[in-house]
């Protein structure tokens, strides 16, 4: 009877050894084969947070009979990325991955394996973050569309809300700051998943839209306050940045502020501030007839800018003594290559403070650049660009905009005229005393925001 219970054992013990080796052996298949991948699972997707620029969002793994080491991965793709992909290790059944707003789906692998995708709006949906201009400089009665850029998960409610903190100042319509009146304020961002962003808004009437206005009075000596006077450089800083700085449309934007929003002419000045002048008869001068440090010649703190003078130092519209052989007094201004040598190096370029031409033995603004005579086929070729040159023998202005029958002049010149611009359609170009284009595509390298027209 004993005999036959221990046999009984032993034959319960081979059972349960067939048991955990059939168990063993279907772990070996499964592992190797497709249902583990589908063991490679989520269970949730929360804590969304971020860090600098950069979104996160916790996922939780669905629990597994076998311990192994698992990885996770956000990604656009429907079809699965590469083991060698960056993967995020799971802890605990959770981990932390990189999410951004073109991700749709979630993948997990072990060592061997990529398991099937999981779309990610099924298991959460909303703005992580908003992206937005945080600084916007505007003109009174202005508009500009807000410039924002939310980081999306799934496919959330994208009801976005602006608040002004001064609608005296600054108010939101359609999607649009409009300028109010002179002064800061602040647009309140907000959505639904607690996300806020301020956006600081600045308004001026120091300077109008771009318009030609060869008729606005000249610039007056100490026309604008010290404070004034920052104000309007902050202004022309922020649009050469927008256009960006360093490349040709920032060029451009420097002289159609100049010319176009600045609410004043600056003066024609013989050329009493070059550096280096061309006939070598007198020390060198900075800052008089030809200011070409950035920013505008319009407050007395702009003095500790100057290296040397011989008249002055005076700013932009106050009365100094020129050295022509008249050797008198007038309005201190711009000449035609100090105005364009002024435009370069707010740009972003500094190639020197040079003339446009007869400065004998002396590079001039012309020889920069591809010099091309002005022909009707050059004009209807397209290939002319507003921060392209345009001079003749002994004279250089800057083109400031073309369109398809006209092309946009800006220089200085004669007494009674200073800063100004002139329209010409792409005939009277040809017929006129304009004789060559420098283009100076070479020069700028970078396009920046580029655009023809203003």
């Keep these: 009877m004993k005999k036959k219970r221990i046999i009984k054992v032993l034959k319960w013990i081979d059972i349960i050894i067939i048991i955990f080796t059939v168990i063993a052996s279907a772990k070996i298949i499964i592992e190797n084969g497709n249902l583990l991948k589908k ?17 996160y969002a916790c996922v939780e ?9 698992l990885w996770c991965i956000a990604t656009e793709s429907q079809t699965p990325p590469s083991i060698d992909s960056k993967w995020y290790k799971v802890v605990n059944n959770k981990c932390n991955i990189e999410i951004d707003d073109n991700d749709k789906y979630i993948y997990v692998r072990d060592k061997n394996n990529i398991g099937e995708k999981y779309d990610i709006a099924n298991y959460i949906s909303c703005i992580a973050k908003i992206n937005v201009k945080s600084n ?18 799934g496919n959330p409610d994208m009801s976005i809300t602006y608040a002004s903190k001064d609608e005296n100042i600054a108010r939101v319509e359609d999607g649009e700051i409009i300028g109010v009146n002179d002064g800061v304020t602040e ?3 907000s959505d639904n998943y607690g996300n806020t962003e301020i956006i600081n808004v600045e308004v001026t009437s120091l300077i109008t839209m771009p318009q030609i206005n060869n008729k606005k009075p000249f610039i007056s000596y100490m026309q604008y306050t010290q404070e004034e006077a920052k104000i309007l450089d902050n202004y022309l800083f922020y649009q050469i940045d927008e256009a960006g700085y360093k490349t040709r449309a920032g060029v451009v934007a420097a002289a159609r502020f100049l010319t176009l929003e600045f609410q004043y002419r600056i ?3 013989i050329e009493n501030g070059r550096i280096t002048h061309f006939n070598h008869q007198r020390p060198y001068a900075d800052g008089e007839g ?21 008249a002055g130092p005076m700013m932009w519209g106050g009365y100094i003594t020129e050295w ?25 370029f500094d190639i020197g403070d040079i003339g446009g031409g007869l400065s004998e033995g002396l590079p001039t603004l012309s020889d920069y650049g591809v010099s091309k005579p002005i022909t009707m086929e050059l004009l209807e070729s397209k290939t002319v660009k507003a921060g392209d040159l345009i001079g003749l023998d002994g004279h250089i202005g800057i083109i400031i905009g073309v369109d398809d029958e006209h092309v946009y002049v800006a220089d200085t010149l004669y007494y009674t005229k200073g800063t100004w611009v002139t329209e010409y359609t792409y005939r009277d170009l040809v017929n006129s005393s304009w004789t060559n284009i420098y283009d100076y595509t070479e020069i700028y390298g970078d396009e920046g925001n580029y655009s023809n027209m203003w």
């Design 267 to 269: 003066p024609y000045f």
């Design 290 to 310: 030809r200011y070409y440090h950035r920013g505008l010649y319009l407050s007395t703190d702009k003095y500790a800018d100057l290296e040397k003078s011989v």
């Design 61 to 69: 793994t669905s629990d597994s009979f076998f311990d192994k080491d």
């Design 324 to 348: 022509s052989t008249d050797n008198g007094k007038m309005k201190n201004g711009l000449d035609c290559s100090g105005f364009v040598c002024w435009c370069l190096i707010n740009g972003g």
């Design 187 to 189: 647009i309140v961002v």
């Design 136 to 153: 916007v400089k505007l003109i009174k009665d202005e508009r500009k569309k807000i410039d924002i850029d939310p980081v999306i998960i």
């Design 39 to 55: 063991g490679l699972s989520i269970k949730n997707i929360s804590g969304v947070f971020c860090d600098d620029e950069t979104v």
